[in-house]
Nanobody
Framework: QVRLVESGGGSVQPGGSLRLSCAAS????????MGWYRQAPGKQRELVAT???????DYADSVRGRFTISRDNAKNTVYLQMSSLNAEDTAVYYC????????????????WGQGTQVTVSS
């Protein structure tokens, strides 16, 4: 069994910064694409950023230039550095791992963390 555990959410003033982390636990051997999604109240979950195992990244237009996604494959961890935050960034942020390969030769697809709240307010 594998799990994704997020941390780093909280409250911040407009213009501030936060860094989210998401670590995969269990008998993890490798992970392909990892990403961050968010869901604001009354809205659908939307993609924020993705990063493949080799490091290529992609961003939603709304966060490009303000957010940076990165990963540490040795730690099975993905990060989201968020800067110049505004009220529209308020949401629950979810970590996703498209496919997690275990050392037992089993893989798990479409893996999600429990979510972490980010609130941007003055």
């Amino acid at each position: 069994q594998v799990r994704l555990v997020e941390s780093g959410g909280g409250s911040v003033q407009p213009g501030g910064s936060l860094r989210l982390s998401c670590a995969a636990s269990g008998t993890v051997f490798a992970i392909n694409t990892m990403g961050w999604y968010r869901q604001a109240p009354g809205k659908q979950r939307e993609l924020v950023a993705t990063i493949i195992s080799e490091g290529t990244t992609d961003y939603a237009d709304s966060v490009r230039g303000r957010f940076t996604i990165s990963r540490d494959n040795a730690k099975n961890t993905v990060y989201l550095q968020m800067s110049s935050l505004n009220a529209e960034d308020t949401a629950v942020y979810y970590c996703n791992a498209d496919r997690i390969y275990t050392s037992r030769g089993v893989y798990y697809t479409d893996n999600w963390g429990q979510g972490t709240q980010v609130t941007v307010s003055s």
